[in-house]
């Protein structure tokens, strides 16, 4: 082989990254809905209120020959008041450490508060020698002549390693941001099969699923006192799936508003999820659901084992 080939081929050979971008963040400032959107399916529940995830999630993009971006998304920073609250914030810790690269979330259509700054130390203590993208995510809300004093305030908690304004509903430098998230990639081969989206099973989305339209149709405390666990899933036929799945509520008040007068709450509850489940597993779905009082499970350790938060 000639000098002037063997350099051409190696122009050709950009190494293929792969590795994990853990998404941190307070309640509520996307971090879901971006993985969503970068993986190209719902493989983390949305909502408008703020804790919507509980655990830790991985969204796996594949890009053929080029790069595996895994999506570690975590639940919300905060202060957490019991000991559910507790379990989710260090999950979200945990995945400071182990991250290739780190992006931090946050709503620029507000100045940062007091959670920020907690992140940002955490960050500064948990996160030395990570690379860290700054995201200023639903940029879409802030009009132009007040982004650079959004930016500089964001910018006075960290020294991140690149930052850049966002909106993971609207699109904008989402493609920018993937570009220079894989940059920082080590190189490394896939560690996923490429057909491979999430670490969750389908029974476990299929909760996550049941939660999700509990926090659309429920207010104030009920839905931070739900919880979903589905007991049967079963294919009946190869058209046909059987799903039982239990709702857990702390009161008996909680329980009387989720079935609803006459049942219409739950019934309402039941056919948005069944819809979307049967869109996951590509068959029709018999779904059942029941309601039942656990006194106070978000404070009880051995309810949070049960329930997996441990
Ligand atoms: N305008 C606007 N809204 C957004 C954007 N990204 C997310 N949202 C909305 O913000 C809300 C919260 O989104 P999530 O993805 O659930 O937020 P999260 O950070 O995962 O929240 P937790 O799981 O509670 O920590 C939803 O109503 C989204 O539709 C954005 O770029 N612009
Ligand atoms: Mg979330």
């Known amino acids: ?12 050979t950009v190494p293929y990254r792969s590795g994990f971008v853990s998404v941190i963040g307070k309640p509520n400032v996307g971090k879901s809905t971006l993985m969503n959107t970068y993986v190209g399916q719902k493989v983390a529940i949305v909502s408008p209120k703020p804790q919507t995830t509980r655990r830790r999630i991985l969204g796996i993009l594949t890009l053929v020959d080029r790069a595996q971006i895994v999506f570690v998304d975590t639940p919300g920073i905060h202060l957490p008041h019991h000991k559910l609250g507790e379990a989710m914030v260090s999950t979200a810790i945990q995945a400071i450490p182990d991250a290739d690269v780190l992006l931090w979330l946050v709503d620029a259509s507000r100045m940062p508060g007091g959670e920020d700054r907690q992140i940002a130390r955490l960050i500064a203590r948990n ?7 700054l995201g200023l995510n639903k940029s879409d809300l802030v009009p132009q002549d007040e982004r ?12 991140p390693t690149e930052w850049a304004y966002l909106s993971a509903t609207e699109g904008e430098n989402r493609d920018r941001l993937l570009d220079v998230m894989i940059s920082y990639l080590p190189v490394n081969p896939p560690f996923y099969p490429e057909d491979q ?3 969750q099973t389908e029974r476990a989305i299929a909760a996550e699923l049941i939660r999700e339209q509990v926090l659309l149709h429920t207010h104030q405390e009920v839905p931070y006192s739900v919880d979903v666990t589905v007991d049967e899933f079963k294919a009946r036929s190869a058209t046909l799936t059987y799903i039982h799945a ?7 008040s909680q329980k009387g508003i989720l079935l609803g007068q006459g049942g219409r709450m ?21 779904l059942e659901l029941w309601v039942k009082v656990r006194p106070k499970w978000r404070r009880d350790e051995n309810e949070l084992r ?3 938060y441990r």
């Open 1 to 12: 082989m000639n000098q002037e080939n063997d350099l051409e081929s190696k122009a050709d």
């Open 266 to 286: 739950v019934k309402a509850i039941s056919q948005g999820a069944r819809q979307q489940i049967e869109d996951l597993v590509g068959t029709q779905v018999y």
């Open 246 to 252: 239990t709702v857990i509520v702390e009161r008996s």
């Open 148 to 159: 650079p004093a959004r930016a500089e305030a964001y910018l006075e908690l960290v020294k």
């Open 127 to 133: 996160g030395q020698g990570i690379p860290l993208i």
């Open 306 to 308: 049960r329930l997996g």
């Open 197 to 199: 989206v999430t670490d």
